[in-house]
Every structure is written in C-alpha cells, then in structure tokens.
C-alpha cells in the first residue's frame, strides 16, 4: 500500500511511524526534519537547546523506511489519476493523507508588521533573538500559547505583559481564571484583560483601554487549519477539511488528521489530538476497528511553573474536589475537570471521567 502524507508534524510523523513497513512518503514544504512546536516557546525562552527540539534524526525515517522530501510544496491532488502534485514532481498514492496542520491567526490591525506570529522553528529563532535584545514581551491573546509563552518567558527572567480581549483565560470560568493569573503574576506576568487591540507600532500596542509598551510584541490569538491544498482539489471543507468519523474525506482515499481537519464543527488543535487521530487512522487503514472520541478533549499545558489539565467539559457548573482539582457535572455524572500542579492525579481522574463515575464514587 503506497500512503503518502503531506505535513511532517506530530500528526503526520506519528502515522508514518505506526504505519512503518509500508511504502510510505511524507511531503514536506519546511527544509527540516519534524521538531516539536510545543516546545518552542521554552527554546524562546532558553530553557532547551535547539537540538532538543528535534527528536527524529534523518537516520531514524531511513531505518523506518519512510522516503522524506523536505522542501517540496504539495500543490494538488489529482483525485483521478491518484496523484500528489508536488513543486518537486508527482507522486502516486493508493492512500494520500492530509496532515497540513495549522497556521497562527493574523492580528487585523493597523501595524501588524511589528506584530510576530509563533509557528514554525523560523518563527521562534526570529523572536528569541528580539526578545534576548529588549529582554521584554508583549503577547495578544489568552489562550494556551500565549499562556504558555508568558509563563515560559517569564520564568527565564524577561518582563512579560499579556492582552486579552475577554474577561476569562482558556474559555474556563472566574474561579480558575483568577487561581491562573495568580499563579503567573507570582512570576511576574501583567495581566490586561478586556483590552482590545487596535493599533500596533515599534514602542507597543493601542488598546481600547490605554496603551501598553512593548517593543517585541507576539500575537497568539488561535489558528487557521492549512486547509488549501483540500479546497483547490475539489475537497470539501469549512473552516477545515470536512472528515467523517473514520477521518474520509469527500475524495476517494484521501483522509485529513490534526489542526487542518474538521469533524462535526470540531478542530481539535492542539499536538496531542493530532497524534491520537494518527493512531486511530494507522488502525483504520490496516483494517482494525477503531474510533476517535472528537468530543473528548483532554490537554495538558504548562505556564511556566504551573502545570494544568483541562479534561473533558470545563464549561458550566463546576464543584471543587480540592484546592487544586475543579469538576463539573452533568445529571451528577463528571463530565469534565481543571486540575493544576498534580499530572498524575490528572490522568487518573481522565480515566474515572471517561468511565463515567458519578461525584460520590471518587
């Protein structure tokens, strides 16, 4: 069975591994093998060298058996002949999956060209050289990569200010949005909530309530699934590639994994999905039932010291087990918990909540 994958990120690399001893091809536009981006906020912050950030040498896809083109663009894919068209040439596929991935949300302002994106190894080699000039950061954005970027650098010593427009961090509730801003001012991030963003320029960024200085400044407002190569092929998508539960797309043969899939509404987004979804495929294509559960999100997270779980639904009446444990229920089952500094205790209530253990059988 000839699979080729277009994308070497953790969800692509993860399914040519399961699936090594097929005749397998990855296409690649970057010029370098896979790297983690998790972890480049903490090669940002000189936490890690930049060798740690690869953990597959290019010795590793040759024992695999896995032919790797690095700089090759995939163009399309032509449904009728079963061919990749790359700017390398074309490759036939019995089975071709699209592991593009995603891209970071450009900020819609005036003087997004003093505004950086975080996504690839350029990407961060460009802000820690900034960063390590001004020894300060100004991050757009609540979500998990501008947390994880303000707890990181802040650690490492460098003066960090986060903007968020909304109230609340992480889509969590004011509970644990207040034990999590804690938690970082301790490490001495400033928090400007409810700020909007209007303007940048080379000193710091316009808000709707004042402005902020910061001369490296980070936008981290979420990402948009790489869903093109699907759509000039005819594909269909949404906001991503439109896959049914066995990650099919609309084209014979063709599936769609990670951060450029979308399923029932739902993009997972983050590396650990991409990967389970790899896993589930790699049993699908050999002919093993198996099935991915699209509405359980389960993401660990790390903001510098602080380590965090969300579990499954965060949303909606939440109960405290503990100081450090948040539940929340749905006709007395659990159905979703927040638990900070403990990752073990985490894993084991994932186990309970998946199981669907009711609040008194804890």
Same mark, same amino acid.
């Given at each position: 069975?000839?699979?080729?994958?277009?994308?070497?990120?953790?969800?692509?690399?993860?399914?040519?591994?399961?699936?090594?001893?097929?005749?397998?091809?990855?296409?690649?536009?970057?010029?370098?093998?896979?790297?983690?981006?998790?972890?480049?906020?903490?090669?940002?912050?000189?936490?890690?060298?930049?060798?740690?950030?690869?953990?597959?040498?290019? +010795?590793? $896809? #040759?024992?695999?058996? *896995?032919?790797?083109?690095?700089?090759?663009?995939? %163009? =399309?894919?032509?449904?009728?002949? @079963?061919?990749?068209?790359?700017?390398?040439?074309?490759?036939?596929?019995?089975?071709?999956?699209?592991?593009?991935?995603?891209?970071?949300?450009?900020?819609?302002?005036?003087?997004?060209?003093?505004?950086?994106?975080?996504?690839?190894?350029?990407?961060?080699?460009?802000?820690?050289?900034?960063? +390590?000039? $001004? #020894?300060?950061?100004? *991050?757009?954005?609540?979500?998990?990569?501008?947390? %994880? =970027?303000?707890?990181?650098?802040? @650690?490492?010593?460098?003066?960090?200010?986060?903007?968020?427009?909304?109230?609340?961090?992480?889509?969590?509730?004011?509970?644990?949005?207040?034990?999590?801003?804690?938690?970082?001012?301790?490490?001495?991030?400033?928090?400007?909530?409810?700020?909007?963003?209007?303007?940048?320029?080379?000193?710091?960024?316009?808000?709707?309530?004042?402005?902020?200085?910061?001369?490296?400044?980070?936008?981290?407002?979420?990402?948009?699934?790489?869903?093109?190569?699907?759509?000039?092929?005819?594909?269909?998508?949404?906001?991503?590639?439109?896959?049914?539960?066995?990650?099919?797309?609309?084209?014979?043969?063709?599936?769609?994994?990670?951060?450029?899939?979308?399923?029932?509404?739902?993009?997972?987004?983050?590396?650990?999905?991409?990967?389970?979804?790899?896993?589930?495929?790699?049993?699908?294509?050999?002919?093993?039932?198996?099935?991915?559960?699209?509405?359980?999100?389960?993401?660990?997270?790390?903001?510098?010291?602080?380590?965090?779980?969300?579990?499954?639904?965060?949303?909606?009446?939440?109960?405290?087990?503990?100081?450090?444990?948040?539940?929340?229920?749905?006709?007395?089952?659990?159905?979703?918990?927040?638990?900070?500094?403990?990752?073990?205790?985490?894993?084991?209530?994932?186990?309970?909540?998946?199981?669907?253990?009711?609040?008194?059988?804890?």
């Amino acid at each position: 069975m000839r699979i080729v994958i277009v994308g070497n990120g953790p969800g692509g690399v993860e399914l040519a591994n399961q699936l090594s001893g097929e005749e397998i091809t990855i296409v690649e536009q970057e010029k370098v093998p896979h790297y983690s981006k998790p972890m480049l906020s903490h090669y940002i912050a000189g936490f890690i060298d930049k060798e740690k950030l690869f953990p597959y040498s290019l +010795e590793w $896809y #040759e024992k695999k058996g *896995i032919d790797l083109n690095l700089g090759a663009r995939a %163009e =399309l894919i032509d449904r009728a002949r @079963k061919r990749l068209i790359t700017s390398e040439g074309e490759i036939p596929y019995d089975v071709l999956v699209i592991a593009t991935g995603a891209r970071p949300r450009e900020p819609a302002l005036e003087g997004k060209e003093f505004v950086h994106t975080l996504r690839t190894l350029q990407d961060a080699e460009r802000i820690k050289e900034q960063i +390590e000039k $001004y #020894e300060e950061v100004l *991050i757009l954005g609540g979500g998990f990569i501008g947390l %994880e =970027l303000a707890g990181n650098l802040a @650690k490492a010593g460098y003066k960090v200010k986060l903007v968020h427009r909304g109230s609340n961090l992480l889509g969590l509730d004011e509970e644990l949005t207040k034990v999590i801003m804690e938690k970082l001012e301790c490490d001495g991030v400033e928090f400007y909530l409810n700020a909007n963003a209007l303007k940048a320029d080379k000193e710091g960024v316009l808000t709707d309530k004042g402005y902020v200085n910061g001369k490296v400044k980070i936008c981290a407002f979420g990402i948009v699934p790489n869903k093109e190569i699907a759509v000039k092929s005819g594909i269909h998508a949404g906001r991503g590639i439109l896959i049914d539960d066995h990650f099919r797309t609309s084209a014979k043969d063709v599936y769609a994994i990670g951060d450029c899939a979308e399923y029932n509404g739902i993009i997972c987004g983050t590396a650990k999905a991409a990967m389970g979804h790899a896993r589930v495929l790699a049993n699908l294509l050999r002919g093993r039932e198996d099935r991915y559960d699209f509405e359980f999100r389960s993401t660990i997270f790390k903001f510098g010291n602080f380590p965090i779980a969300l579990i499954g639904k965060t949303r909606g009446g939440g109960k405290w087990l503990d100081k450090k444990t948040k539940v929340f229920l749905e006709g007395g089952k659990i159905v979703g918990a927040v638990v900070m500094e403990d990752i073990r205790k985490a894993m084991m209530l994932e186990k309970k909540i998946k199981a669907g253990v009711s609040i008194d059988e804890l």
